[in-house]
């Protein structure tokens, strides 16, 4: 049998199935300042986190661990807060071992335990991700390129409850290594370095558009919904409803219904609505009174939307759903 025939008998058991296709993960890409690396060199442990400048690290040979800091300042280019809390076991795993490296056969640097809070701009809690992992040498298989070392995300919290994926640091520059005898409370005085970290992220839900029997459920302020008789028109506030948007404030138990007031349930994390790729912030992002998982998300149509079919999706902690298509006059 022919390469081409073995090619052509695979794409028809591919369409014999329906065609499934691998999911295609969520891209984080978050920036990090004030990027300080603290190296457990102190076997006195009263002189730990006392000194309040800048130290010279003294490294063991090996087996030494790492605790690392950074602030998080940006995620996908929008201003968000946070931390990178990193710690580290250094291995300094090789094929062809110096004396005190280990001998292995590939190479790494350290094992790796990340753990991250995102936090919005005024300081409110959006969540946490956790990664396990190897640090240094190739990327591990499905990573993006450009990256290295092995980092897998094992959960979360908040709007990445159940998330899978990997994590890679892409790019530091100007990171600063130090003594975990230096004061941790004068990290962003003594200054650091810069990074930016990669997620690929596999959410266990993601924000949906619900779809009715006369297309998706748009509608217009007055409550009728957007068709093409009666079409959305640039620059009008829009009612969508839709799934998966995640937590709220206050908090309610899965499983039961949000409440109807006096105080309505508001989706915790960020939510925008893009349309036709370009966002637009939400005006209200409410939990549906009674319902457990629809939402109500208002808001404006761009004043530049052109007339025809425009594209629509929710993005909820930067997860975005599947896009849904509306007439625009």
Same mark, same amino acid.
């Given at each position: 049998?022919?390469?081409?025939?073995?090619?052509?008998?695979?794409?028809?058991?591919?369409?014999?199935?329906?065609?499934?296709?691998?999911?295609?993960?969520?891209?984080?890409?978050?920036?990090?300042?004030?990027?300080?690396?603290?190296?457990?060199?102190?076997?006195?442990?009263?002189?730990?986190?006392?000194?309040?400048?800048?130290?010279?690290?003294?490294?063991?040979?090996?087996?030494?661990?790492?605790?690392?800091?950074?602030?998080?300042?940006?995620?996908?280019?929008?201003?968000?807060?946070?931390?990178?809390?990193?710690?580290?076991?250094?291995?300094?795993?090789?094929?062809?071992?110096?004396?005190?490296?280990?001998?292995?056969?590939?190479?790494?640097?350290? #094992?790796?335990?990340?753990?991250?809070?995102?936090?919005?701009?005024?300081?409110?809690?959006?969540?946490?991700?956790?990664?396990?992992?190897?640090?240094?040498?190739?990327?591990?298989?499905?990573?993006?390129?450009?990256?290295?070392?092995?980092?897998?995300?094992?959960?979360?919290?908040?709007?990445?409850?159940?998330?899978?994926?990997?994590?890679?640091?892409?790019?530091? #520059?100007?990171?600063?290594?130090?003594?975990?005898?230096?004061?941790?409370?004068?990290?962003?005085?003594?200054?650091?370095?810069?990074?930016?970290?990669?997620?690929?992220?596999?959410?266990?839900?993601?924000?949906?558009?619900?779809?009715?029997?006369?297309?998706?459920?748009?509608?217009?302020?007055?409550?009728?919904?957007?068709?093409?008789?009666?079409?959305?028109?640039?620059?009008?506030?829009?009612?969508?409803?839709?799934?998966?948007?995640?937590?709220?404030?206050?908090?309610?138990?899965?499983?039961?219904?949000?409440?109807?007031?006096?105080?309505?349930?508001?989706?915790?994390?960020?939510?925008?609505?893009?349309?036709?790729?370009?966002?637009?912030?939400?005006?209200?992002?409410?939990?549906?009174?009674?319902? #457990?998982?629809?939402?109500?998300?208002?808001?404006?149509?761009?004043?530049?939307?052109?007339?025809?079919?425009?594209?629509?999706?929710?993005?909820?902690?930067?997860?975005?759903?599947?896009?849904?298509?509306?007439?625009?006059?």
């Amino acid at each position: 049998m022919t390469h081409f025939s073995i090619r052509v008998s695979a794409c028809a058991l591919l369409l014999a199935a329906g065609g499934a296709a691998q999911e295609v993960p969520v891209i984080l890409q978050v920036a990090v300042e004030n990027y300080v690396v603290y190296i457990n060199d102190v076997s006195d442990v009263s002189r730990l986190a006392r000194t309040p400048g800048p130290q010279t690290p003294n490294p063991p040979a090996n087996f030494f661990t790492n605790v690392i800091l950074a602030d998080v300042t940006a995620i996908n280019g929008s201003p968000a807060k946070g931390i990178m809390v990193l710690q580290t076991q250094a291995l300094l795993l090789t094929p062809s071992p110096n004396p005190g490296q280990a001998v292995a056969d590939m190479v790494r640097g350290t #094992t790796v335990e990340f753990k991250w809070e995102f936090l919005k701009p005024d300081g409110s809690a959006i969540g946490n991700i956790y990664v396990t992992g190897l640090s240094g040498g190739a990327a591990a298989p499905g990573s993006l390129p450009g990256t290295g070392g092995a980092g897998a995300i094992v959960g979360g919290t908040g709007p990445f409850m159940g998330a899978r994926g990997t994590c890679s640091i892409v790019q530091t #520059t100007g990171v600063r290594l130090t003594s975990q005898a230096e004061d941790p409370s004068l990290r962003r005085t003594n200054g650091g370095g810069r990074g930016r970290v990669v997620f690929q992220i596999f959410p266990l839900f993601r924000p949906e558009i619900l779809i009715g029997p006369d297309g998706p459920v748009v509608f217009h302020e007055d409550y009728s919904l957007v068709t093409p008789g009666k079409p959305a028109r640039a620059g009008e506030i829009l009612i969508v409803y839709a799934r998966g948007l995640g937590p709220t404030r206050p908090a309610v138990n899965p499983g039961d219904p949000f409440p109807d007031g006096p105080a309505f349930a508001v989706v915790n994390s960020p939510v925008e609505v893009l349309v036709n790729g370009t966002p637009s912030p939400a005006i209200n992002q409410l939990g549906v009174p009674t319902t #457990t998982d629809t939402y109500r998300v208002d808001f404006r149509l761009p004043a530049d939307t052109r007339p025809g079919l425009a594209s629509i999706q929710i993005s909820a902690a930067w997860v975005r759903g599947a896009a849904v298509r509306v007439p625009v006059q």
